[in-house]
């Protein structure tokens, strides 16, 4: 893939960069690699001369021309690090444009799973292998804010189904979590705002591993409330009429934010009002929304590439279905049947 295509005044020259977000797992707790605290990530900071100079970064550089990006990423993760990479221990993460104004960028983002050798900085850049959870504690460039989410998301966001009470819900909830779940949305469409505000309590203090991983569901009046200003919960999902009601994000950068997207303009203002991440739906029919037509997967893929932010797929997902999403440049699949016990 070239690294530009033609510039003029209405479309200026974009810089391809192959990105790389490499992972390590503890040796002592490498059988548990679904846990964000077992996972670090090197890092990297930019010389101060240089353009976004003095911000950390994931490690790469410019793809030239008639280079394939691997051939590029490995080339330039062996001059800057020393280490070798191989295409078998390399998945694709996300793809990113951004505009600076000074300069246009394509980030061309894969995870590194494996490599040889030991990295240093050998231009002199300082590294540093940050755990996961510690990545929003460094000042990165504004183009990177995207991987950052990508590379802390799992591939897999659980939705929960419409539970008949507080006890079942805890139930299901505590056997999702056992079996690794990293990320949830509390959806209960059939109870009132009350209610649903004491669902989240009851279910944080029987269960506190969820609160690192629990969102609540489009509850604007709970955006402000203790749940999120006490750290009660990962952060918040809004279905596209309650973002649609925005013009800003409604909360802190240390929360996830979640919107429900179906059609490009709908991913637009999802990543205005600063959405983390997004889920597209329904790519394919789904026995809960029989009346809605699916997307298909042709223009699944075509709305992930118009995406800046890491996409989950929606409706009649399998698990074989992860690979296929992800092929086409979305973070995974999300859902509600696909992770309850068969």
């Known amino acids: 893939m070239q690294n530009t295509v033609p510039s003029s005044p209405s479309n200026p020259e974009i810089v391809h960069v192959a ?23 090197l890092i990297s900071k930019r010389a101060d001369d240089v353009h976004q100079g003095g911000f950390w970064e994931f490690p790469g550089g410019k793809v030239e021309k008639n280079e394939q990006v691997i051939e590029a990423l490995s080339r330039e993760l062996f001059e800057e690090l020393g280490i070798k990479v191989s295409s ?37 850049q300082p590294i540093k292998w940050v755990k996961e ?11 990177n804010q995207s991987i950052l989410s990508a590379c802390r998301l799992p591939s897999c966001y659980f939705i929960t ?33 009350e209610e649903y505000e004491y669902w989240v309590e009851s279910i944080l203090n029987s269960l506190p591993s969820a609160r690192e991983k629990m969102l609540i569901s489009g509850r604007v009046s709970m955006l ?21 009601e925005l013009t800003s994000r409604p909360i802190g950068t ?6 429900s997207c179906h059609s490009f303009d709908e991913i637009k ?26 997307l298909g997967w042709e223009v699944f893929s075509d709305l992930v590439r118009q995406a800046n932010v890491p996409v989950y797929a929606l409706g009649g997902m399998m698990e074989e279905s992860c690979r296929q999403v992800q092929n086409a440049g979305g973070q995974g699949i999300a859902g509600i049947r696909l992770f309850l016990p068969k």
């Open 224 to 244: 402000g409330g203790d749940c999120l200003d006490n750290n009660w919960v990962a952060g918040v999902h809004l279905p596209f009429f309650r973002a649609a």
């Open 254 to 259: 240390t929360k996830w934010l979640g919107v």
């Open 161 to 193: 189904p419409d539970y008949e009470t507080l006890e079942e819900a805890l139930f299901g909830i505590r056997a999702q979590l056992d079996q690794g779940v990293r990320l949830f949305l509390l959806r209960q469409t059939t109870l009132g705002v």
């Open 88 to 124: 078998e221990h390399v998945s694709s993460l996300i793809k990113i444009e951004h505009d600076y104004g000074d300069k246009h960028v394509l980030l061309d983002v894969y995870t590194v799973h494996e490599f040889q050798g030991v990295a240093t900085g050998k231009e002199g």
């Open 133 to 143: 959870k510690n990545l929003l504690n460094y000042t990165f460039p504004d183009a």
């Open 269 to 294: 203002h999802a990543q205005m009002i600063g959405a983390d991440f997004i889920t597209v739906s329904p790519v394919l029919h789904t026995s809960t929304h029989p009346e809605a037509s699916p």
């Open 19 to 41: 990105v790389a977000v490499i992972e390590r797992f503890s040796s002592a707790i490498h059988s548990y690699p679904t846990l964000p605290s077992c996972r670090e990530i």
